[in-house]
């Protein structure tokens, strides 16, 4: 069965500093990974996609991820933190013949200190 | 123009109260679920139809039915509401092939008193 764990519920960082939110998954098969952004009182948005043409992804906003199969990782990282990307964070995972079925991390919320 | 549209986005009800939730999307998408956030904001799926049918069912209670009048319309009711139904309700859409994302609506707040 696929799972998603996302370290950590919460992070905190400053203003222009590194942003690196973890994730780990478990598949049987070869996955399908997303990272999505959820605002207060909104949808969940798509920030980045993971389709095996590449194992770094880049995604919107500036944020980008890197498949590591070895590690069985797909990390999202932002070089420089803006207060506007104060938000919480999923990481999901979904298979081949799955019927297009996501299963979604704890999720992160990222705080952002000018 | 919004992709996925949910309404009402606020419904506040007393338990017992039967209650529908409509979801439309226009983005010619063959597959439409519905997902319940939780107060943790833990996202879990319930249902997903493709093109009317439906294909998941995720150990919903029998008070939830879905129904799908055409491939852009997936409606939720929910009959005899209790106090743990009080979520986050939200509709979202996809094409059914390798790695096409979900799109979500901006959900509904259901609060069950």
């Known amino acids: 069965a696929q799972s998603v764990t996302q370290l950590g519920s919460h992070v905190s960082v400053s203003e222009g500093a590194l942003v690196l939110l973890r994730c780990n998954y478990s598949s049987s098969v070869p996955p399908y990974l997303f990272w999505y952004v959820q605002y207060p009182n909104q949808g969940l948005q798509l920030l980045l996609k993971?389709?095996?043409?590449?194992?770094l992804v880049k995604g919107i906003n500036g944020f980008e991820a890197e498949f590591k199969k070895s590690e069985t990782s797909f990390h999202l990282t932002k070089p420089s933190a803006h207060m506007s990307d104060a938000a919480e964070y999923f990481c999901a995972v979904s298979q081949e013949d799955q019927g297009g079925k996501l299963i979604f991390g704890q999720g992160t919320e990222l705080s952002v200190k000018p | 123009d919004t992709a996925v549209s949910q309404t009402p986005k606020y419904l506040v009800t007393q338990m017992g109260n039967d209650k529908s939730i409509k979801c439309e999307q226009n983005?010619?998408?063959?597959?439409m679920y519905w997902y319940k956030q939780d107060s943790k904001k833990f996202l879990k799926i319930m249902f997903s139809y493709n093109n009317k049918e439906l294909i998941i069912n995720e150990t919903v209670p029998n008070r939830f039915s879905p129904k799908s009048p055409d491939k852009a319309h997936l409606n939720l009711h929910i009959n005899s509401l209790e106090l743990g139904d009080s979520a986050v309700y939200f509709c979202a859409s996809s094409q059914v092939r390798k790695n096409s994302p979900l799109h979500f609506g901006n959900g509904t707040r259901l609060t069950v008193t």
């Open positions: 993971y389709t095996s043409a590449a194992t």
């Open positions: 983005l010619g998408h063959d597959t």
